[in-house]
T-cell receptor, first 113, second 117 residues
Framework: NAGVTQTPKFQVLKTGQSMTLQCAQD?????MSWYRQDPGMGLRLIHY???????DQGEVPNGYNVSRSTTEDFPLRLLSAAPSQTSVYFC????????????FGSGTRLTVV | AQKITQTQPGMFVQEKEAVTLDCTYD???????LFWYKQPSSGEMIFLIY??????QNATEGRYSLNFQKARKSANLVISASQLGDSAMYFC??????????????FGTGTKLQVIP
C-alpha cells in the first residue's frame, strides 16, 4: 500500500517555466488537497478536491491550476513559475469530508531561480 | 483573522518530562475537527491525534493527549514522558466549513520542540 505518492521530490525551475507536480493515492480517498509550506507560515492550502471532477480554491491559489479527472490523481500545475513559488509542496488525501485526518505525501521541494 | 494560532514558535523540554504545546482556534461552525501533526527534520507529516467538536472526552493516543477546552477554543497537545525522538515541528490544524460548503483544513504556523537529554 503506497499511500500518497508525490513526484518529483526535488525540482529547480527557471522563472517563467511551467511544470506539473504529480500526486497519486491508492486508498480510494475522495478528498485531496495541495499545500505549500514556507518558513514561519505553516501550511497554506492552494487547491482542494472533494471528488473526481470537483475542485475548489484554497487560501493561495494564484499561479496554480488543478484538475481531478480520476479519484487517484490530483496534479498541480504551475503556469509560469515565479521565485515567490519557491516552497515545499505537500499533497494530502483523506476519506470523505468527515472528521478524518490527512495522509500526506513526502513533499516536493521546488526552487524557482 | 487567524483560524489556528500557535503562539510558541519554539520550546525546550527535558527528556522524560511532560510538555504542553498550545493551540487556539476560531470557528463559528458547530461541527469541526482538530488535529495535531508532527514533522520531523526528515520532512514528512505524521498524524498524531484527532478531536471532534462533539467528543465528550479528551482524545488520547499513547503518550499524546489533546486537552480540549471548547469554551476557550483551545486544543493543546500534551506529550508525556518526552523522548529524544519527539524533537520535531508540531502543527495544530482544524477542519471546518461544513455549514458553508466543503470543509477545508487550516494549519497553524507550528511549534518547534526540542527535547534535551
Amino acid at each position: 500500500n503506497a499511500g500518497v505518492t508525490q513526484t518529483p521530490k526535488f525540482q529547480v525551475l527557471k522563472t517563467g517555466q511551467s511544470m506539473t507536480l504529480q500526486c497519486a493515492q491508492d486508498m480510494n480517498h475522495e478528498y485531496m488537497s495541495w499545500y505549500r509550506q514556507d518558513p514561519g507560515m505553516g501550511l497554506r492550502l492552494i487547491h482542494y478536491s472533494v471528488g473526481a471532477g470537483i475542485t475548489d480554491q484554497g487560501e493561495v491559489p494564484n499561479g496554480y491550476n488543478v484538475s481531478r479527472s480520476t479519484t487517484e490523481d490530483f496534479p498541480l500545475r504551475l503556469l509560469s513559475a515565479a521565485p515567490s513559488q519557491t516552497s515545499v509542496y505537500f499533497c494530502a488525501s483523506s476519506y470523505g469530508q468527515g472528521l478524518y485526518g490527512y495522509t500526506f505525501g513526502s513533499g516536493t521541494r521546488l526552487t524557482v531561480v | 483573522a487567524q483560524k489556528i494560532t500557535q503562539t510558541q514558535p519554539g520550546m525546550f523540554v527535558q527528556e522524560k518530562e511532560a510538555v504542553t504545546l498550545d493551540c487556539t482556534y476560531d470557528t463559528s461552525d458547530p461541527s469541526y475537527g482538530l488535529f495535531w501533526y508532527k514533522q520531523p527534520s526528515s520532512g514528512e507529516m505524521i498524524f498524531l491525534i484527532y478531536q471532534g467538536s462533539y467528543d465528550q472526552q479528551n482524545a488520547t493516543e499513547g503518550r499524546y493527549s489533546l486537552n480540549f477546552q471548547k469554551a476557550r477554543k483551545s486544543a493543546n497537545l500534551v506529550i508525556s514522558a518526552s523522548q529524544l525522538g519527539d524533537s520535531a515541528m508540531y502543527f495544530c490544524a482544524m477542519r471546518d466549513g461544513l455549514s458553508g460548503g466543503y470543509q477545508k483544513v487550516t494549519f497553524g504556523t507550528g511549534t518547534k520542540l526540542q527535547v534535551i537529554p
